[in-house]
Structures are given as C-alpha cells and as structure tokens.
Nanobody
Framework: QVQLVESGGGLVQAGGSLRLSCAASGRTFSTNVMGWFRQAPGKEREFVAAITWTGRNTYYGDSVKGRFTISRDNAKNTVYLQMNSLKPEDTAVYYC??????????????WGQGTQVTVSS
C-alpha cells in the first residue's frame, strides 16, 4: 500500500521559513516526478512545485518562484519543499504527490493527507 506522509507544517510569521518533508512508503518513487500542491480555504488546489527523479529539472508555480525550493533524496524516498519569505497568502494545506511517469506528465497518481501551513501577518 502506497503512503505519502507530509510533515513540517505549522504556524510562522510573515517573512519566515518552513521546510516541508514528504516520505513515501509502500514502493519506491526514485524514478518518478514528485511534486507539491496546496489548497487554501474556498480555493482550488494549486500547483506549487515539481522535481524530476534526477533533480535536474524543477518546476514552480508563478506565485512561489524565487521563494520556494523543491528537492529530493531518492535514497530516503523523500521530497522536500523549502519555503522562504513566506506571505500570509501562502497559508494553505500542502499536499505531496507523485506523477505516474518519470517525466513531467502532470498525471498525479498518489496524494498525501496534507500538512497545514499558516502564515500570520
């Protein structure tokens, strides 16, 4: 059974930083693209970032470019999201996900349960 477990969320002041982690179990995703989405109350789920299995290629949503960095450790089957210069509008539940393929096909097969990030002004 595949599980994606996010951690690292919490409450932070505007301008602060958080680092999210997503640990995968049940199978290895070392060759799959992995990513992060977020969903704020009353809004649709929004793409945040994705990373190819080598880490050579990364993709970011426009609202987080230059502030967030995605990375991965294939030996640990874990993907990270470093979030800097956080803004109140970054407040959302952040979800980890895995692409079905090892190229950026945007076909997201598995999802974690989410971790809450709250940024106070």
């Amino acid at each position: 059974q595949v599980q994606l477990v996010e951690s690292g969320g919490g409450l932070v002041q505007a301008g602060g930083s958080l680092r999210l982690s997503c640990a995968a179990s049940g199978r290895t995703f070392s060759t799959n693209v992995m990513g992060w989405f977020r969903q704020a109350p009353g809004k649709e789920r929004e793409f945040v970032a994705a990373i190819t299995w080598t880490g050579r290629n990364t993709y970011y949503g426009d609202s987080v470019k230059g502030r967030f960095t995605i990375s991965r450790d294939n030996a640990k089957n874990t993907v990270y999201l470093q979030m800097n210069s956080l803004k109140p509008e970054d407040t959302a539940v952040y979800y980890c996900t895995v692409d079905r393929n090892n190229w950026y096909s945007k076909t997201w097969d598995y999802w974690g349960q989410g971790t809450q990030v709250t940024v106070s002004s």
